[in-house]
Structure formats: structure tokens, C-alpha cells
């Protein structure tokens, strides 16, 4: 029965952060949980727990004894998101440099499937998530590699947020994230130039950055 729950839930969160991501679920909607459940065919329990662990990812906001809510987006959140995301890949680079790490095989794997996407303008909304969640994998793994739990923690729970101001920006025109950029991260870290990769890593979290702002929430 333990193990049912946890299914239900894992999946309710899944679809629940696509939705929200997607917008589908928009920004500052009240939750029916009633409704909710009912439309995706769950009972009141595992709802209720995907709904604590999608507010543990900021993806939605609990105000005590009145309901809750999609979060809002906002440029100050975006801002705040980007500075902490920057500062925990950077750290990951320095802990993979301190931890003499070698073996980057999931990093690989990551740009592998990266390299293997093709899509087209003119794409549909469900698969330009897909892309992004392709291509964040090569940063979730880069975390992973530093071998420092909390830190992994820390960056899941900003990393679907992420992925929801990413989505506005990829969403609008056909724009394709950059695998080269990626690669170059992961050669300068392959050759030991853990300097060159966070400058490098920098300047294309950077860059993503200004890219976004300038569109506008």
C-alpha cells in the first residue's frame, strides 16, 4: 500500500510541475483540491503530499488558513534563481576539482541525449519542455558529481522553477539551447581547467539570463 502511495504521488508531481510549467496551471490559480483530485483520478492523500513537495520547490505557495496557489512569477524571483543557481554549479565545479573527480560518464550521457533532439520550429509546447529537461540534466548531473547531498537538495528545489522561466523564454520562438556551450563546460573540466569552466559556466548562465529579462515575464 506504502509503495501504491508513493507512485500515485510521484506521478501526480510530475504532472502537476509539467502543468504548472507549462502554464496550464497559471500563476497565482487557486487550487481545488477536490477538483484536482478528481480530475486526475487520486485520492485526497497522495494529492496532498505532491502538493508538499511541489511547495518545497516554490512551485506552489500555502497561505495558512486560507487555500493554495500557483506561485507567482516575478523578475525578482527570477533574479534570485539565477544568482543561487549560478553559485551552486560553480561550487559543484570547485568540489568536483577538491573531490579529484575522474569519471564523468553521466555528463557524457547527458550530452549525448542532448545531441540527439531535433526540434523543429514550430514545435508543440510539451516537446520544447522535453528539450529543456534533456538539457538541464547535464546541469542536474554536474551538481550530482560533487557528491555533496545538501547541495544536491538545494538545487532540486530550484531547479523546476528554473525550468519555468526557461520554458517562457524557449516557448516564444523557436530557440534551440546551445549544445556546444555545454561540451566546452565539460572539456575544460575534463582537461582540469576548473577555472576556465566556471568562467565558462558563468558566462552561459549569463547569458540565459539577460536573454530571459529582456523578454519580460
Known sequence: MKLEIFSATQAAVNHLRDLIILGE??????INETALASNM???RPPLREALRILESECLIT?????????TEISKEDFEKIYR?????????????RINNMHDFTPLFAALNEA??????????????LESLKVFAEFHIKLVELAGNAYLRHFYHSIAS??????????????RKPLLEEHQHIL???????????K???LSHINYSFEQISMEGF
Do not use: H
Open 115 to 128: 545531441s540527439s533532439i531535433k526540434l523543429e520550429s514550430g514545435a508543440k509546447p510539451k516537446e520544447v
Open 62 to 70: 500555502s497561505v495558512p488558513r486560507k487555500s493554495t496557489y500557483i
Open 161 to 174: 522553477n528554473l525550468m519555468r522561466y526557461q520554458f517562457l523564454y524557449f516557448s516564444k520562438e523557436y
Open 41 to 43: 483520478g487520486l485520492s
Open 199 to 201: 568562467d565558462y559556466l
Open 84 to 96: 543561487a543557481r549560478g553559485m551552486i554549479e560553480c561550487y559543484s565545479i570547485d568540489l568536483i
Open 187 to 197: 572539456d575544460f573540466i575534463k582537461m582540469g581547467e576548473y577555472d576556465r569552466a
Open 25 to 30: 496551471l497559471k500563476p497565482g490559480q487557486k
